[in-house]
């Protein structure tokens, strides 16, 4: 396989993890479909590939610094007393809400890639939660939101959230699906519901990619040039790609529900396994 064709290939899984770490439709269903279709994995070592697959977020990870830097930055001059208490209560509500999931995944990381990580699993969570978006934003048609900001969430909000958040270290699930399901159960607004899950993933995404790069680097393994520029370019391509997926999705939730990613969820999970049932 030529160095052009993996750098394609870095570059079309950098555009799948910048549209679906953001959307509720499952990064990994998708990944793995992108990778059999691919076979870059084939291609590089294991180590790497797995590491490549998680670090590529980093990307992700940027694109809500550069989209939300200002409403998250309670150092800027412009900002009053007042506003910096709020941004500083907002990450104190971050922080709350990242514990569950970092308490649970680094202690399970291992077990989680070891025995979640197969096709029956990642397609079942893909359609179940497909059904869950479908019957709760049916059922929350007539109903009203307690809370429009995320400005508005209690330390109990975050922290419940958070729990949800933590559903999605089974593979399938999505961790902005599990997010933004939980808020919405909760009462949170769509877009509030959303923009926590963006803020959240920040440090979540960012840790998981210092632990997968510690587990590589603790082996002795080092990159090569060439998978260093698969790295490069699957980020760079991850946050341009990021930058416009999350604008789209905070356009789409305040004219229309999820229910149409419900329906995609469950669809796509279906393909999934079918192709996986080919396959053998």
């Known amino acids: 396989m030529s160095a052009f064709y993996l750098f394609l290939c870095a570059a079309v899984i950098g555009v799948v993890e910048g549209v679906t770490e953001w959307l509720p439709v499952s990064s990994t269903g998708h990944m793995i479909l992108i990778d059999a279709c691919l076979g870059m994995k084939e291609h590089v070592s294991e180590s790497f590939y797995s590491f490549f697959l998680v670090a590529v977020q980093l990307g992700a990870i940027l694109a809500v610094i550069v989209l939300y830097f200002k409403r998250l930055n309670p150092w800027r001059r412009e900002a009053s007393l007042p506003e910096k208490r709020q941004i500083f209560r907002l990450w104190r509500c971050v922080f709350i809400g990242m514990l569950p999931a970092a308490l649970l995944g680094i202690p399970l990381d291992d077990f989680i890639e070891e025995k979640l990580y197969g096709v029956p699993v990642i397609a079942t969570a893909l359609i179940l939660y497909g059904v869950l978006f479908i019957l709760i934003e049916r059922k929350k048609k007539n109903g009203f939101d307690r809370i429009e900001s995320v400005y508005d969430l209690t330390y109990c909000d975050a922290w419940m ?6 559903l999605s270290l089974i593979p399938g699930t999505s961790r902005s699906g599990s997010t933004i399901l939980g808020g ?7 877009t509030a519901s959303a923009e926590f899950s963006f803020f959240m993933a920040t440090p979540v995404m960012a840790g998981a990619s210092l ?3 510690a587990k590589l680097f603790a082996t002795g393994v080092k990159m090569t040039g060439t998978e260093l520029s698969l790295l490069l370019i699957g980020m760079l391509t991850a ?3 990021s930058l416009l997926a999350i604008r789209f999705l905070m356009n789409f939730v305040r004219r229309h529900s999820f229910e149409a990613f419900g329906w995609y969820r469950i669809l796509f999970g279906i393909l999934v396994l079918s192709i ?3 396959a053998r």
Do not use: D, N
């Open 184 to 190: 919405m159960l909760l009462g949170v607004s769509r």
């Open 276 to 278: 996986s049932l080919l």
């Open 161 to 166: 959230i958070g729990c949800f958040q933590a």
């Open 239 to 241: 946050f341009a790609v």
């Open 211 to 213: 632990i997968r790069g």
